[in-house]
């Protein structure tokens, strides 16, 4: 289906000609001039994944693919196994095939202003899925669809001050490096803390939001000569709280009470470990973007003009309040 906006008069101009030249690759000839077969109608996206590194992941890709299929569009889905050297083949090739429009999640903020160019220069409009770029010219890409990730530190800092009275030893577990969650959650939580001169990190790496990784890292952590004063993790994601959970248990420490935790996501897995009284706290972060997406992708279509930014509305978890929730949770 071709684009139809005012933005893309060219693409227009260009399929009219090749109409009259009756070389157009779109063109479908059926013949008696019939209209063409209804398959020709369907919108084409083309969607860079990161990879499946973790519960949000799995759930924001179903989420992704079950609306693309409900809506009939067709999706053209590509992971990038957690590589921006991936994503960016990806980008090129669905430029390659002309999609009506991409959309990706970057893994990390920097490098993009090349291929988004591209993109411009070839008409196809770009949606950032979830995580936000560092670009300087913001016209290369239409709209960002996604969570206010520095509100999501300040809500977990804020639980913090509450469970403790604004005085704790803090491990964190850092997101992927350089990746907008990463960068945004870390400077949310230091904004409170900063408010709280007996809220201290004492440990602080990336467990790339990863179970195994966040496994790894806490363990080490616990070894080290600040071990012992750690009272309190904040952890990125919930999968590499429940990673930490497990170096924790290893190591005869009791989590959930001689380290309290906090994180992000709102993921099955985080409000199991609050029933089960492991976890303390999660920061709700909604995967299920699908719908959000492809309102965007078909008003684009229709030639309206999106908001810049559309923020996803999420909230807090205590453990008290798991019981109930994990009943309705649906990821
Ligand atoms: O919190 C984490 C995932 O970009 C919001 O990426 C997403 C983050 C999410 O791997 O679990």
New binding site residues.
Partial sequence: MKRNIGGWVMVGLVAVCCGMMGSCKKETKSGGGAPPPRQAQKIVVGFSQ?GA?????TA?TESIKGEAAKRGIDLQFSDAQSKQENQIKAIRSFIAQDVDVIAF?PVVTTGWQEVLQEAKQAGIPVILS??AVDVTDDSLYVTFI??D?IEEGRLAANWVVKATGGKANIAELV??PG???AND?ATGFREVMAKYPEMKIIKTQSGD??RTKGKEVMEAFLKSPEGKQINLLYA????MAIGAIQAMEAAGVKPGVDIKIVS??G?KGAFEAMVAGKLNCTVE?N?LIGPALFDAVEKLMKGETLPKRTVIEESVYEQSQAAEAIKTRAY
Avoid: K, L, M, Y
Avoid at 53 to 57: A, D, I, K, Q
């Fill in positions: 990161i590194e973790s519960g949000w992941r924001n999640s979830d995580r996604g969570s990730f997101g992927t990746s907008a969650p959650r939001f990863t990125h994601n919930d999968d992000i996501d993921v972060c995967p």
